[in-house]
C-alpha cells in the first residue's frame, strides 16, 4: 500500500481484501474467501467463516478461564508481518505476538529447522543430554556476557529461576551468617512476570494485590533514581537488584548509562547481584543482540524469553560462573525446559538475529520509524511523547490508548498499550519493511480522530 493512500476513505475492510495478494485458501478452514463481484452477496463461504468467528468467541467465554480481555478477532493464518483472520481481513502486525515474533510468521529457516527437528526428536527431559540444547547454549555464551545457561519455558520462570539463583549465590558467600542478604530491589514501571516470586518483583499494584501474600522482602524504587538505589544497596541486605535496561509493559522507558553504571557500582561495592531483564527488550529489539550493549554495562545475569524460538516457549537465565558455581544439582529444574525442538527453532532465530547486517537494519528502521512517527504524529494534541530504541517504541499519550489500538485494528493495524494505559507500544517483527512502517505509520495518524473526547482513566 502507497503511503500516500488515506485511509479514511476506504472501508477498512473493503480495503484489507482488495489489496492482498494470495488469501485462498486458508489453512485452517480451506475455504475460498476471495471478495465477490460487486453488488454481488456475501458468498456462503464468507458467511461461515462470520459465523465461525462468533462460535468461536462464544465457545472461549465458556470454556476458558476468563484472564484475558481479548480483542474480537480470531486469526487463522499469517505470513511475514501480516495476519489473516478466519474471514479473510488482512492485519499488519506491529504486536508480534507482544514482541515475540522477531522474525515474522512463517519464517521459512525457523520453519525447517522445526519440522527437521520434528521428524527427529522432540522431548527427552533434562535427564539426559540433547545436541541441539548444547549447542543453543554454546551459542548464547559465545554471544554474551555469560558463561552458563538455564533454560525455562517463560519470561516468568526465568526471573524464577534468577532469583533463586541469586539467594543461593548469597548463602554460599556468606556461609557462616544466619541470615545472608535475601531482599531485592526493583523499580517503577517495572514487569518481571506473574508467577509468584516474579510477581512480587513487578511493581503494578493490581496485579499484585490479589494474590498476596507475595514474596517478601521487595523494595520499589523510581526507576533511575541512582541515589535512592546507591543506598539501599549499600545496605548489605539486598541480594540482588531487578532492572529492565528498556521497559516494555512499564510503557517504553529506556534506562540512562549514568543508572545503570551506578547500579554495577553499587552491587560490586555491596556484593549484590545485577540482574538484567530483557525478556522483552533485549535479542535484537533495541538495534543491539543485546540491550544493555548500548549502554556498555554488563549484568551477573540476564534474563530471556519472547523472540528467542520465535514462538515456541522458551525461557533462558544466562549467569556467570561466579553464579552459576553456588548451584547444585536439584537446586531447580524444569520438565520440558531446552527440549531438542525449541532448542532447533530458538538455534535458527539466534543465528539470523546476531548477525551484524541484521541488527544494523533493526536500527535503521527504529530510527527511521521513530523520526516518522514524530513527523507524521508529533502535531497532534494527544500525542506527548515519542520514544524507544530499535523496534520497541513507544507512543505517549494524553488519554488512552485503547480507542485507537481499537480504531487502528479495524483499519487493519495490531498495535499494543503499555504503561498506564495512555502509551501505544510498537514492537513490529524485526524483519518489518520501510513500505509497511509507512503503511502503519498512516495508519495510525488517520485513525488519531478516535482520541478525540477520551479521558484517561
Not at 523510581?222 to 541486605?237: M, N, V
Request: proline share 5%.
Amino acid at each position: 500500500m502507497s503511503s500516500s493512500i488515506h485511509l479514511s476513505s476506504i472501508n477498512p475492510i473493503s480495503f484489507r481484501h482488495s489489496n492482498r495478494q494470495v488469501l485462498s485458501p486458508l489453512a485452517c478452514l480451506n475455504v475460498d474467501v476471495r471478495e465477490p463481484d460487486s453488488g454481488s452477496s456475501k458468498p456462503p463461504a464468507l458467511r461461515q467463516n462470520a459465523q465461525r468467528a462468533k462460535e468461536t468467541i462464544e465457545e472461549e467465554k465458556r470454556v476458558l478461564v476468563g484472564t484475558y480481555a481479548r480483542a474480537p478477532v480470531v486469526f487463522s493464518s499469517g505470513k511475514g508481518c501480516k495476519l489473516y483472520d478466519v474471514e479473510g481481513r488482512e492485519y499488519l502486525d506491529l504486536s508480534s505476538g507482544i514482541a515475540v515474533n522477531a522474525l515474522g510468521h512463517g519464517d521459512p529457516d525457523w520453519l525447517r529447522a522445526l519440522t527437521e527437528q520434528a521428524n527427529t526428536l522432540t522431548h527427552v527431559s533434562n535427564i539426559y543430554y540433547s545436541v541441539p540444547q548444547v549447542e543453543l547454549a554454546k551459542r548464547l555464551v559465545a554471544s554474551s556476557f555469560a558463561d552458563r545457561v538455564f533454560f525455562t519455558n517463560s519470561g516468568t520462570e526465568a526471573n524464577e529461576a534468577a532469583i533463586k539463583f541469586a539467594r543461593k549465590f548469597q548463602r554460599s558467600l556468606h556461609p557462616s551468617e544466619e541470615q545472608p542478604p535475601v531482599e531485592f530491589i526493583a523499580f517503577s514501571n517495572c514487569f518481571h512476570g506473574r508467577t509468584m516470586g516474579a510477581l512480587a518483583l513487578t511493581s503494578k499494584e493490581h496485579y499484585r494485590i490479589p494474590f498476596e501474600p507475595v514474596m517478601p522482602g521487595v523494595s520499589f524504587l523510581e526507576y533511575g533514581d541512582t541515589q535512592a538505589a546507591t543506598k539501599l544497596i549499600s545496605s548489605g541486605k539486598i541480594a540482588a537488584v531487578f532492572v529492565e535496561p528498556i521497559q516494555g509493559e512499564g510503557g517504553i522507558y529506556s534506562a540512562t548509562e549514568e543508572f545503570l553504571k551506578a547500579l554495577r557500582t553499587a552491587c560490586d561495592s555491596a556484593g549484590a547481584l545485577l540482574v538484567f531483564d530483557e525478556v522483552q527488550c533485549g535479542l535484537g529489539r533495541a538495534g543491539y543482540l543485546w540491550a544493555h550493549e548500548a549502554y556498555g554495562i554488563y549484568p551477573d545475569m540476564m534474563t530471556l524469553a519472547k523472540p528467542l524460538a520465535g514462538g515456541l516457549p522458551i525461557g533462558a537465565v544466562l549467569t556467570s560462573e561466579r553464579v552459576a558455581g553456588s548451584i547444585n544439582f536439584g537446586d531447580h529444574g524444569s520438565t520440558f525446559a531446552g527440549n531438542p525442538l525449541v532448542c532447533s527453532a530458538a538455534i535458527a532465530v539466534l543465528d539470523k538475529i546476531s548477525k551484524p547486517g541484521f541488527l544494523a537494519s533493526v536500527s535503521k528502521k527504529g530510527k527511521y520509524f521513530k523520526e516518522l512517527l514524530v513527523k507524521k504524529l508529533g502535531g497532534n494534541a494527544h500525542v506527548k511523547e515519542v520514544r524507544g530504541l530499535g523496534l520497541i517504541i513507544g507512543i505517549e499519550l494524553d488519554v488512552s490508548a485503547s480507542p485507537l489500538v481499537d480504531a487502528c485494528r479495524q483499519s487493519g493495524l495490531l498495535i499494543l498499550t503499555a504503561g498506564k494505559g495512555n502509551v501505544v507500544r510498537l514492537v513490529p517483527p524485526l524483519v518489518i519493511s520501510e513500505q509497511e512502517l509507512d503503511t502503519a505509520a498512516d495508519v495510525l495518524l488517520d485513525c488519531l480522530p478516535a482520541l478525540d473526547g477520551i479521558e484517561l482513566k
